[in-house]
């Protein structure tokens, strides 16, 4: 099986990338089925933007703005909630969500509540003050450790479904991120399946800049994010969280299964020629 590929659907109107662009239900309904049928297997949707230095959305408003949403899409496809708060998370998985996709790592008693799945996500402190001044002493280290003990913890509380995800841009340096790309065998070598989301991220454009020097803009990221989503697959992500869903599904249908598997990269070379 092809590692799997979140769709992102901000219902907001300060998202980095795609704020302000699905706030009316209606748009929003008819872009997360735009991503389901460029494959999306999961519609992430959100209503608060965790960018830093983004301003805290009141429990009420953001359950108005994603119930709606996922009520629309949940028939239709796999749905996740990207929240913090736990009233949220109630209302959005009473609606139809099936897994909450949790910044704060703290989520997991209303998934087992549910019976639904959980991603636990590293942060380091909150979006208002992550990208302060960061600092570790091994990133790649502290990260799997709090990881593990979130995961560890929600399936002792009865979580069936539980995911891992290194946080990428959240607290966290160019350096940190690139560290914790390179090293993510330390994460998928655990029991929990990993997700990692780069998507159009800050750090992609100075690591990847214009040709003229300049940090590549957020509309100018994709060939980064498809580099880096690729990279996670390769390395053994079982699911990667984006905003270019039809670019992602081609990547991760040509790395396949984790690379060594008997049904690997080569698998859906074979079933296309044949
Ligand atoms: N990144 C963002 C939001 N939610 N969830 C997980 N599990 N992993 C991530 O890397 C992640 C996430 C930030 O991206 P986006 O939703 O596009 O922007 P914003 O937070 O501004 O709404």
Do not use: C
């Not at 636990?120 to 990133?139: I, S």
């Not at 991120?177 to 998928?188: C, F, P, T």
Request: proline share 7%; aromatic share 4%; hydrophobic share 50%.
């Amino acid at each position: 099986m092809r590692p799997l590929v979140m769709g992102v659907l901000n219902v907001t109107p300060d998202s980095f990338s795609d704020g302000g662009r699905f706030l009316d239900p209606g748009a929003a309904a008819a872009h997360g089925r735009a991503l389901a049928a460029a494959g999306a297997d999961i519609v992430d949707v959100g209503g608060e933007s965790s960018r830093p230095g983004a301003t805290p959305v009141p429990a009420a408003e953001e359950i108005r703005r994603v119930v709606p949403v996922i009520a629309a899409l949940a028939g239709e496809v796999r749905v996740s909630v990207d929240t913090t708060k736990p009233e949220v998370a109630e209302a959005a998985l009473d609606a139809g969500a099936t897994l909450v996709n949790d910044i704060s790592a703290s989520l997991w008693p209303q998934a087992a509540a549910a019976g639904a799945g959980w991603v636990a996500m590293h942060m380091r402190g909150t979006p208002a003050t992550m990208q302060l001044d960061p600092a570790y002493d091994d990133v790649v280290a502290e990260v799997a450790a709090f990881l593990r003990a979130a995961a560890d913890a929600a399936a002792a509380g009865g979580v069936g479904e539980v995911w891992i995800d290194p946080g990428i841009g959240f607290g966290k340096t160019a350096a940190h991120n690139l560290a914790l790309l390179r090293h993510l065998d330390r994460l998928v070598e655990g029991p929990y399946p990993v997700l990692v989301g780069t998507s159009r991220k800050g750090f992609l454009g100075g690591v990847a800049p214009e040709p003229d020097g300049t940090p590549a803009t957020v509309d100018d990221r994709l060939p980064a994010s498809l580099a880096t989503a690729t990279w996670a697959m390769l390395a053994g992500a079982a699911m990667v969280r984006v905003h270019d869903v039809a670019a992602t599904v081609q990547a991760a249908r040509l790395v396949g299964d984790r690379p060594g598997r008997s049904d690997g990269p080569h698998s859906e070379a074979k079933r296309v020629a044949t």
